[in-house]
């Protein structure tokens, strides 16, 4: 639960460029067989587009890896897997070491600059907000899986402050500012994994 302290103002401003559709972006120098194999080989043969799931980012699980523990995985390919998470809280020993991973896939088109915005709140006020970049994804039918930290691992808080229950919204969005995914969940920091403080 590290938080961000990144002076945003100080960095240049990134203006991301005209979105493109993948059909548009194959069809784009058609002649160049070189070109072709190159754009073939980072977008793939096919788009992956099911007819019946409108959504382009598709969320399979978030998988809570906490060390020398099992791992804790939440399903979150539905909607209705989406709204249990909330309800299902995970538990954090103080000063525990841990790390959370993504796996997801893209369908229907690119999403460029896909980023996760992860804010938590202990009894309605915001404790920490955190921006993690993602990537750019062409829709394909394989999976994608990204672990923050990227190295090491994340340390939970302690002391009797950090101990309690705390509520979080992660917020899934890309470069054209579309909100993708909005996820809450619910987790706690203990003493010890059996406490009830």
Request: proline share 5%; hydrophobic share 30%; net charge negative.
């Amino acid at each position: 639960m590290s938080d961000n302290h990144e002076e945003e103002s100080n960095v240049p401003a990134y203006v991301p460029s005209k979105h493109v559709s993948v059909d548009q972006l194959k069809q784009q120098d058609a002649g160049d067989e070189a070109l072709k194999r190159y754009k073939e080989s980072l977008l793939g043969s096919g788009v992956h587009a099911p007819k019946d799931d409108p959504r382009k980012l598709v969320i399979k699980e978030m998988k809570i890896q906490i060390e020398g523990r099992p791992d804790i995985i939440y399903p979150l390919d539905t909607q209705e897997l989406i709204k249990e998470m909330k309800s299902k809280p995970f538990v954090l020993k103080e000063s525990c070491h841990y790390k959370i991973t993504l796996t997801f896939n893209i369908q229907h088109d690119i999403v460029s600059g896909l980023k996760q915005i992860n804010t938590v709140y202990r009894k309605g006020i915001k404790v920490s907000t955190e921006k993690h970049m993602l990537g750019s994804f062409a829709p394909q039918q394989a999976t994608h899986s990204v672990t923050n930290p990227r190295q090491g691992w994340e340390e939970a808080p302690s002391g009797m402050l950090a101990r309690g229950s705390y509520t979080a919204k992660v917020v899934f969005t890309d470069d054209d500012n579309q909100e993708h995914l909005s996820v809450e969940y619910a987790f706690s920091i203990k003493s010890d994994w059996k406490s009830d403080e």
